[in-house]
């Protein structure tokens, strides 16, 4: 058996690969194509993400968010509603507080709708960061038995929040008309803001991911971390109550700039590009930061674990 | 043409100094003079090479820790090798657990999508192959019901289904096919030797002799960390079992080249009986005592002994170790100690026990050494009807087998048949 095998090792392949072609026609071809190469080595390069990889394993990145969204609220008594609750009681409680005793100054904005606006980026951005930063350890059955690229876990999780931020914004949309807004032509760059949003939720979430796997002391920081970075954003009070020598400062925050820059969108102001500008770049650097710390610690995540 | 070649492969893990489990510990290292604890390295393979033809059956055997493990988890690409490289040719399925990313709240149908696009199968394959995995699974009924509420044997049928119909060019599997009932193994058994015989890659890994001599052309033993044996799956088998036959009741080792770390040296292994005696053999309704004795070379290290139990087929029974024998928390002085675990009687199943000695300091994680299958034992059932196995005298499955009391009441007739009788194979009080 052996030496036929290795007199023949062309005829060998053509042979499956029509025999492959006769049978099971569908399935077969779909993994032909997929006859590649795979080499396995020590180390993988700093910051290097094989997107074609990753291309490939979209189903599963499917496939988990779908999971992740189907069993959020299983076994909840008023399921998807905590959904729905979350930005409204925020945004009452907030309406309360900052429009009804400390009198923020939101210009032609009822506050309502003002700090709502602001909530949808931010519940999605928290939620999404919570969820994607303990994605590993709760999924380490997996990455201890399967390989897939690694990369697919915490975005699977950060995904999983947009079916969160789809209700936020629907209840957004539904006080806009309730306070009779009308919108301008700026409301088309407001899904910028959301994707941007979520880029740096992916970004975030990512990095913590990966460094919650080693240093377990993630857990324990995070929710008060994005409790100051809550306060330190402008989501109850507008960005330009930060005198204008720091309001640069501030939009190092990448916060400021997607919030502020949402608002404007959404509620024909003009866009102040400078705090854009910051955030974006912002966002930018986490990205890079995020894929070096990402791939300096994946190789040992199986190990650490 | 290879399907597989594997060149020079190591893997070392780090243990103790290196790992730092959390942000003070990295922090404390940073600014340490002393700078960090030597670093105990673990050899878990050993410069391993060897290459896989195009649609052969590669078998992988080797004893408890001997790397096994290790060289499948590379294989997969869920750990990466320290020296050395892999390359593969073609698509890889790697089943080193069936059920992998099953959902308890998820039904039998969403699962089937959901593991199978974990082990790599498309959306399309797994529509088209979708009904053959029901028939296969033989729960058709259930597809529609959370698998939570689903039998142990239906969850496994059900993850065994999906990853049978896997059909990668290089299929590497685990010993996955302990599960289940027999038939159900047969049918997997059955299955798999269909995909070897497709012309496919595979690679096999079993404590199942019987197993892998039908399954595979080919065997590789590894011992220690390294390539032991390559050849005929009978061949190396055949040496396998010669050398596993050789773990006796007793094992000494002499001083040079006794496993130690700088504070503890292993000096033997024994198992014994109830009255001291070295036996390979126990009466599976008498306690068997494991004895380990160490010399402490440097003071200073709280030390743990552990014994860790397997039985033939690999599968931990239970692991062991001194928490309460005097010792706790306390540095052990320079000398020899011999420490003794006693197993009752009527636990321990049927079969042979394999015994792995480790002495270990707990805080800071440090094994001073590990000898897997350091001796090893019968348990023997003689079926003189006192035993947890009654009058029944067929095959009794389970990894241990406890004598339970049971009682019947009849309440019909008020009265109870409650029977405490004391019979030799209970246990002693003393025990």
């Known amino acids: 058996m052996l030496i036929a095998e290795e007199s023949g090792p062309d005829f060998q392949r053509d042979g499956q690969a029509s025999l492959a072609g006769q049978g099971k026609i569908k399935l077969e071809n779909v993994s032909v194509h997929d006859d590649q190469l795979t080499r396995i080595g020590p180390r993988s390069r700093l910051g290097a993400v094989d997107l074609r990889e990753l291309w490939r394993y979209r189903e599963l990145l499917y496939f988990l968010t779908w999971r992740d969204v189907k069993i959020r609220y299983k076994q909840t008594v008023i399921g998807i509603a905590w959904a729905v609750l979350q930005p409204i009681v925020t945004t009452a409680i907030f309406t309360v507080l900052f429009s009804g005793f400390a009198r923020f100054e939101t210009g032609s904005t009822p506050y309502p709708v003002f700090a709502l606006s602001a909530l949808v980026i931010w519940l999605f951005v928290h939620n999404a960061i919570t969820l994607a930063s303990g994605s590993f350890v709760s999924n380490s059955n997996l990455v201890t038995k399967v390989y897939f690229p690694r990369l697919i876990v915490p975005l699977a999780a950060v995904l999983s929040g947009i079916f969160d931020l789809i209700f936020s914004v629907v209840i957004l949309v539904g006080l806009i008309l309730y306070y009779g807004l009308v919108p301008t032509t700026g409301i088309l760059m407001a899904p910028v803001f959301l994707i941007s949003a979520f880029v740096m939720a992916a970004a975030l979430g990512t990095m913590l991911s990966a460094l919650n796997v080693k240093f377990r002391d993630i857990k324990f920081a995070l929710p008060f971390a994005l409790q100051v970075w809550m306060i330190a954003s402008p989501i109850f009070y507008p960005a330009d109550m930060v005198g204008e020598r720091w309001r640069l400062v501030f939009a190092v925050n990448p916060l400021t700039g997607l919030i502020d820059g949402f608002r404007s969108a959404l509620f024909g102001l003009p866009f102040n590009w400078d705090l854009i500008g910051i955030s974006a770049t912002s966002i930018a650097a986490m990205c890079i930061v995020s894929l070096i710390v990402f791939s300096k610690m994946e190789d040992d995540f199986a190990d650490v674990i | ?431």
């Open chain 2, 1 to 431: 043409m290879h399907a597989i070649r594997v060149n020079g492969l190591s893997k070392r893990y780090m243990l103790g100094g290196a790992a730092h489990n959390s942000l003070r510990d990295l922090i404390a290292g940073l600014f340490s003079r002393s700078g960090r604890q030597p670093a105990e390295e673990v050899r878990a393979l050993d410069d391993i090479s060897f290459s896989v033809n195009e649609g052969e059956t590669l078998g992988i055997i080797g004893r408890n820790g001997a790397g096994k493990s290790t060289l499948l988890k590379i294989l997969s690409r869920i750990t990466k090798p320290t020296h050395g490289s892999v390359e593969i040719r073609g698509r890889v399925g790697s089943l080193l657990e069936v059920g992998t990313g099953f959902h308890n709240e998820l039904s039998g149908r969403e699962n089937i999508y959901l593991n199978g696009a974990i082990l790599g199968m498309k959306r399309s394959e797994i529509e088209a192959r979708f009904d053959e995995i029901v028939a296969f699974s033989e729960i058709e009924r259930f597809l529609d019901t959370p698998v939570k509420h689903y039998s142990s044997g239906m969850y496994m049928r059900l993850a065994f289904s999906v990853a049978a119909h896997l059909e990668p060019e290089v299929l590497i599997v685990d010993e996955v096919l302990a599960v289940g009932d027999v038939g159900f193994q047969k049918k997997c058994l059955g299955k798999m030797r269909d995909v070897g015989r497709k012309g496919r890659t595979v690679i096999f890994v079993s404590h199942d002799m019987n197993a892998i001599t039908r399954l595979c052309d080919r065997v590789i033993w590894i011992k220690d960390g390294k390539l032991k044996l390559d050849g005929a799956a009978k061949d190396v088998v055949g040496e396998y079992l010669h050398d596993q036959e050789s773990i006796g009741a007793e094992k000494h080792w002499p001083a040079a080249s006794a496993p130690a770390s700088e504070y503890v040296r292993l000096h033997s292994v024994r198992v014994c009986d109830e009255a001291g005696a070295t036996t390979s053999s126990a009466d599976i309704r008498r306690p068997i005592g494991v004895e380990i004795s160490y010399e402490v070379l440097k003071e200073g290290k709280v030390m743990v002994p552990n014994l860790h139990f397997f039985n033939e087929t690999g599968t931990c029974i239970f692991v062991s170790h001194d928490w309460e024998g005097g010792w706790r928390n306390k540095p052990r002085p320079v000398g020899k100690y011999v420490s003794t675990v006693r197993v009752p009687g009527n636990f321990l199943a049927e079969g042979s026990v394999y015994v792995g000695a480790a002495v270990t300091t707990y805080s800071p994680l440090e094994v001073h050494f590990v000898e897997w299958d350091a001796v090893a034992f019968n348990v023997i059932d003689s079926i003189d009807g006192d035993s947890a196995r009654g009058d029944f005298v067929g095959d009794l499955p389970g990894i241990v087998r406890p004598s339970l009391e049971w009682s019947t009441e009849t309440p019909d007739r008020r009265s109870i048949s409650f029977s405490n009788r004391s019979t030799p194979g209970r246990r002693d009080p003393r025990d």
